[in-house]
Nanobody, 127 residues
Framework: QVQLVESGGGLVQAGGSLRLSCAASGGTFSMYAMGWFRQAPGKEREFVAAISRSGGSTYYTSYADSVKGRFTISRDNAKNTVYLLMNSLKPEDTAVYYC?????????????????WGQGTQVTVSS
């Protein structure tokens, strides 16, 4: 059973940056594909970014079109942590951000592909 704890959310002005962290425990982190999702008030949960599990020195990543070029997902297997660096933030990025994990090589954009979820961290971008 994997436990995930997100941190790093907060209030930021439009154009600013935040780095979210998701610390994992209870499993062999390097064996898990990871993803970030978000949910704004009154909206469905949506995919943000995904990263493959350890594959040597390289990882496969993917991004939602709405964040491509602004957000970067990365992982540090030694720290059992996945990150989401968010630059050039916009008010429409305001949401609760969740990290997710599954013991697969890669899980992609479907929330149904993930088995474990964190409790979420709030990101609010003011205009």
């Amino acid at each position: 059973q994997v436990q995930l704890v997100e941190s790093g959310g907060g209030l930021v002005q439009a154009g600013g940056s935040l780095r979210l962290s998701c610390a994992a425990s209870g499993g062999t982190f390097s064996m898990y594909a990871m993803g970030w999702f978000r949910q704004a008030p009154g909206k469905e949960r949506e995919f943000v970014a995904a990263i493959s599990r350890s594959g040597g020195s390289t990882y496969y990543t993917s991004y939602a079109d709405s964040v491509k070029g602004r957000f970067t997902i990365s992982r540090d297997n030694a720290k059992n942590t996945v990150y989401l660096l968010m630059n050039s933030l916009k008010p429409e990025d305001t949401a609760v951000y969740y990290c997710a994990a599954v013991q697969k090589s890669y899980a992609g954009a479907s929330s149904y592909a993930y088995d474990y979820w964190g409790q979420g961290t709030q990101v609010t971008v003011s205009s």
